[in-house]
């Protein structure tokens, strides 16, 4: 993991440090996309948030308190799970589905 302001540290899918853990097999395609320039999979159909949790233990830092942040109301209402898409466009990470070759970062100013 990276220190209280960094990003969430990838972790192999089902290990212990994931939050999420898929518990049904998914005829759907896997497709690719980045966390702040680190390569990840998902399944077509997940949200950004639920592919993000099942490699990480979080998908944020609280900008006050360092304290991880992993969404709060999974329906797009509270604004604790919002993510970048590209320079500007900000998003909710629970209500966006994952697209194949999705950009996503967890901070305004994405890594070079």
Do not use: Y
Not at 14 to 39: E, N
Request: glycine letters at 12%; charged letters at 15%; one cysteine or more.
């Amino acid at each position: 993991m990276t220190g209280p302001s960094g990003p969430p540290a990838a972790a192999p899918e089902g290990t212990p440090s994931a939050i999420l853990h898929r518990v049904a097999a998914f005829d759907t395609p896997l497709l690719r996309f980045t966390l702040d320039g680190r390569p990840m999979q998902a399944r077509q159909g997940e949200s950004v948030l639920a592919a993000i949790l099942c490699h990480a233990g979080h998908l944020r830092r609280h900008e006050c308190s360092g304290e991880p942040r992993a969404g709060f109301c999974l329906m797009g209402a509270c604004q604790d799970c919002w993510v970048w898409f590209g320079p500007g466009e900000r998003g909710r990470a629970c209500t966006t589905p994952v697209a194949d070759g999705m950009q996503v970062s967890t901070s305004p100013d994405p890594p070079a």
